[in-house]
């Protein structure tokens, strides 16, 4: 199938310090351009790659799970790490988790890692269903586009098919066991007004990983897609300045922010 208008994987040629943005569950490249265009202009290399089974219609999500997401971000992070001094993964919601899984598994190969409103759980009581819902229900409505900024929106499918929410429930559930190997320094952006993933999520984050350099910032402004809401650009320039405090060896104590 071809890719939507506007959902293509980026990459950008850069300096030595790299980073590695993850999409959301349904989602695309798209929510995350902006982001890694601003990244971009500031000499890094940044890889946004499409997640299989994403980018083009839901029926392709249905045949994919957690394990094609995940090989996806580790290509592209190990093809990073051989031309990269300084090496950040970031995403958000289903990539924040993808981020963190990097960040467990690949230990002081990565630098920093960077999350906005991370996912850690499939919320609801439907969630215990899916393992049998799913083979009798296709999809359920979709998640996309949750946004404050009016007239922004997120390429995204209008269904989500149960059993790729099945697997990402299987998958939630093993990043949140691999939490505690997550060392490196954390940036954490989330969205009080989250209509798609709760400050729970956000919370458990927190008190699971062992960073002990954490800065926490409220975004006020925003929903769930806040990379393309009102605070996006807080987002860029807060990503962007502590990616070059760690790239520079500056300072070791993160901060916890209001909004």
């Not at 998640?143 to 269904?159: F, L, M, Q, V």
């Not at 990379?227 to 962007?240: K, N, Q, V």
């Amino acid at each position: 199938m071809p890719v939507l208008p506007g959902a293509e994987p980026y990459r950008h040629e850069g300096g030595e310090t790299s980073v590695l943005l993850c999409h959301g569950f349904t989602g695309s490249p798209q929510s995350l351009r902006p982001w890694a265009e601003y990244l971009a202009e500031r000499g890094m290399t940044v890889s946004l790659p499409l997640l299989p089974g994403h980018g083009t219609r839901w029926e392709d999500l249905r045949l994919t799970g957690w394990q094609d997401w995940y090989a996806e971000v580790d290509r592209e992070l190990r093809a990073l790490r051989e031309r990269s001094a300084r090496l950040f993964v970031a995403g958000l919601s289903m990539g924040g988790a993808l981020a963190l899984r990097l960040a467990a598994k690949h230990g002081d190969a990565i630098d920093g890692v960077v999350v906005v409103n991370p996912a850690n759980k499939v919320h609801g009581l439907a969630a215990h269903a899916l393992p049998v819902v799913r083979h009798l229900v296709p999809t359920t409505k979709g998640i996309a586009s949750d946004i404050a900024k009016e007239g922004s929106e997120e390429i995204g499918y209008t269904r989500v098919p149960l059993h790729a929410a099945h697997s990402l429930r299987q998958f939630f559930r093993l990043v949140d066991g691999e939490l505690p190997q997550v060392t490196q320094p954390l940036l954490l952006l989330r969205s009080p007004q989250d209509h798609v993933v709760p400050p729970a999520d956000s919370a458990r984050v927190l008190s699971r990983v062992s960073s002990t350099d954490v800065t926490e910032i409220v975004l006020e402004q925003s929903y769930h897609v806040a990379t393309l809401d009102h605070d996006a650009d807080r987002i860029f320039e807060e990503s962007h300045a502590f990616m070059t405090r760690l790239a520079s060896g500056l300072g070791k104590e993160g901060t916890a922010v209001g909004g």
